[in-house]
């Protein structure tokens, strides 16, 4: 927490924050990347959400209060990059958003940096089904072991209403799952 608080202190100080910014990207860089990815699906796009990440978290420090971790504040401003690319992307696309995360899912067999198998393949396509809360609070759970009071912080919601989610998602892919497999 110590280090936390000097890192901020020197992100907030225009001497030091240069060099602060490139240990704050060290540090958290694939973290947020594979957080990204498991939302936004290609690598392509997850590289260029987690720069617009670090844009918006360079520019905005100043406004960071600390009143949540900096990991939570960040990870809060990637969640809603990669929501928000999402979103566009299926408005160009003219598609709804269900339909946008089934074509992503579908996508990942022919993606070169995807060396999952058929089951993870599945598991993807399943939490594709999901409504988009449910597919956050399950990676972030899940894959990302996150505890709920952290994900409360990050996500804005109740750890209760998390996990009613989380609960709900994982019924939903073991029925997906069941399915697929029969």
Do not use: C
């Not at 003219?94 to 579908?106: G, R």
């Amino acid at each position: 927490m110590k280090d936390e608080i000097v890192l901020i202190e020197q992100l907030k100080n225009v001497a030091t924050r240069e060099a602060a910014f490139r240990e704050l990207i060290r540090l958290y860089k694939e973290r947020l990347y594979w957080h990204i990815r498991k939302i936004v699906v290609s690598h392509d796009d997850a590289d260029d959400v987690l720069q617009n990440t670090f844009i918006k978290v360079y520019k905005n420090i100043d406004k960071f209060n600390q009143e949540s971790k900096l990991f939570s504040w960040m990870y809060r401003i990637a969640t809603n990059e990669s929501i928000t690319f999402i979103n566009k992307r299926a408005k160009d696309r003219n598609v709804d958003i269900s339909e946008m995360h089934e074509q992503l899912a579908s996508s990942l067999e022919s993606d070169v940096y995807f060396s999952g198998d058929e089951i993870q393949i599945i598991l993807q396509r399943a939490i594709a089904t999901l409504p988009q809360k449910q597919q956050l609070v399950f990676n972030m759970k899940y894959f990302d072991e996150i505890k709920y009071n952290e994900m409360s912080e990050i996500l804005e919601t109740s750890v209760g209403a998390l996990k009613s989610s989380y609960f709900h998602a994982v019924k939903k892919i073991e029925s997906y799952i069941k399915n697929q497999t029969d």
